[in-house]
């Protein structure tokens, strides 16, 4: 595995979307806001983070086959890829809630 490249930070750019803001972050990837400079077009911008090159390789040839895919229940995929050795999505940005709430141990039926 090859060590995470940094997160980009608001304002840089990715694959010629323009990073807003970091929207979550897990184990394996960010979600950012990101726009297309002169377009009113936001998307939900999906990026791998600290796997190997194969890893990115797949992950970037599933997004493709994703982004074919049109379907009410499957949220669309503008662009997929590789850029500066980053595997990314760019998909529809949905409105609604963060989900964290409903998640919570909490809230979550016992296991069987």
Known sequence: MTPAAPLPQP???LAGWRIERLLAH???SAL???SVPG???R???KLLTG???GARARFAAEAQALSRLRHPAIVEV???GLADDRAYVAMAL???ADLRRHTRPARLLPEP
Do not use: I, K, M, N
Request: glycine share 12%; proline share 8%; hydrophobic share 55%.
């Open 11 to 13: 304002g840089e750019f």
């Open 26 to 28: 897990g184990a394996a």
């Open 32 to 34: 950012y806001l990101a």
């Open 39 to 41: 377009s009113p077009q």
């Open 43 to 45: 998307v939900a911008l």
């Open 51 to 53: 796997l190997d090159a």
């Open 78 to 80: 503008h662009a997929a």
């Open 94 to 96: 949905l409105p609604g």
